[in-house]
């Protein structure tokens, strides 16, 4: 795990949520709380969103005939979630080799005003016929390289789990 400490609802805000949803009655498992695989569906929700935003959709996936993988993931819980509790996830993107990207998803509890669990990933670029991974085109490596910029900008940091990155 990294030394960085937690930010704060504030510094996750700054990225622009990816989705926002109330913790519906159907989310509640038989402890009390969300269920993991409500978080997990929520975290790829955002996921999607912030792909398509830099382009990897449906006509990607059709029309280059290429997409993306999950190769790696740690989700670290922090706070327990309720249901009825509103919740936004924010994706930051960290990293991008020549096939994979490294990133992490935070979801935020508005109602109780913290972190409640990060999904670090590592994402792998596929050629969609051969099913192997495959470098970025120039034109998605450039977006994917601005968002990194972007988000390495911010003055704050995420606690990682230092077993999922890039490696050189």
Known sequence: MTTAT????????????????????????????????????????????SLRLIGVDEDYRTSRRLGVFSMEQHLRFLHEVHIGEELSAHVRWLDRGDKVFHGISIVVSHTTGRIANTLEVLEGHVDLVARRATPFPADLAQRIDERVAAHRALSWQVPLSGAVGVRR
Request: net charge negative; hydrophobic share 40%.
């Open 6 to 49: 937690l930010p704060t609802v504030e510094e996750v805000v700054q990225i622009p949520a990816s989705c926002t949803v109330v913790a519906g009655p159907e989310w509640e498992d038989g402890n009390g709380h969300v269920n993991v695989s409500h978080f997990y569906g929520l975290h790829l929700s955002a996921a999607e969103e």
